[in-house]
């Protein structure tokens, strides 16, 4: 296994000292869970992009997450009273370490890929301007029956933390208004006869969608990814503050 392949912070220190360096750290995502952060960084970051959030490794843990072109990294990286520990290395502070690792690339996988820190993806972050534009993401979206597993035509909107299907455009009461903060995941489904489907997972049942096209379902899941993940760190910013 690379050694480099992931990455974490023991943290020796006080949990107050841990507190008052992290909190003030712009691109530290609190507890983003390694598959929210996949999907940030994949749907709105770039080559190079990266963010640092807890490990589920024990009190203390940290991993960076670190776009390569089409995947995203992990690495492990270890706090230790005289600094952070990564490998042989050890930095006095985290900006030794990005500042290190923006001109020597690390290791990502056992293929060789050269990873380079080049962009710190902040916590806060405002929706694509494309969503700020419109108010909402609405469209017409065949939805699976929960019994009757036959198809039929709804019309979806996306607002806030609420995404409402509707029988039809013209109507004004949704069926059913579904809150994206029980929401765990939004992914691809393959598993359906038909192609351009995505599914959202929530904790009693899991939602199946289809689009009329792949750029249509893409543009649905981005969104959607987007919405649980600034879900997630605003809770997780609000835990730490408090």
Request: a neutral charge.
């Amino acid at each position: 296994m690379d050694p480099l392949g992931k990455m974490s912070f023991f943290v020796q220190a006080s949990a107050e000292d841990l507190h008052d360096e992290l909190v003030d750290l712009g691109w530290y995502h609190y507890d983003l869970s390694r598959h929210a952060a996949e999907a940030l960084l994949l749907s709105n970051g770039s080559d190079g992009t990266y963010l640092l959030r807890n490990s589920n490794e024990g009190p203390g843990c940290f991993a960076l997450s670190v776009r390569a072109k089409d995947s995203v990294k992990h690495f492990h990286v270890t706090r230790k009273d005289n600094g952070y520990v990564f490998g042989f290395n050890t930095f006095s502070n985290l900006r030794d370490f990005i500042n290190h690792f923006a001109n020597q690339p690390l290791v990502g996988s056992e293929t060789g890929t050269l990873i380079v820190l080049k962009y710190p993806y902040p916590w806060r972050v405002e929706e694509p301007s494309i969503y700020e534009s419109l108010g909402t993401k609405e469209g017409y979206l065949l939805k699976q029956g929960a019994v009757v597993k036959s198809w039929k035509q709804r019309w979806f909107t996306l607002s806030r933390n609420e995404l409402k299907y509707f029988k039809d455009q013209m109507y004004e009461e949704p069926i059913r208004t579904l809150d994206l903060k029980a929401c765990s995941a939004v992914q691809f489904d393959y598993s359906q006869e038909r192609i351009n489907c995505f599914c959202l997972v929530f904790p009693d049942r899991t939602f199946y969608l289809c689009a009329k096209t792949g750029v249509e379902a893409d543009e649905w899941i981005k969104i959607l990814r987007w919405k649980l993940v600034s879900f997630s760190m605003l809770y997780a910013h609000r835990a730490v503050r408090n």
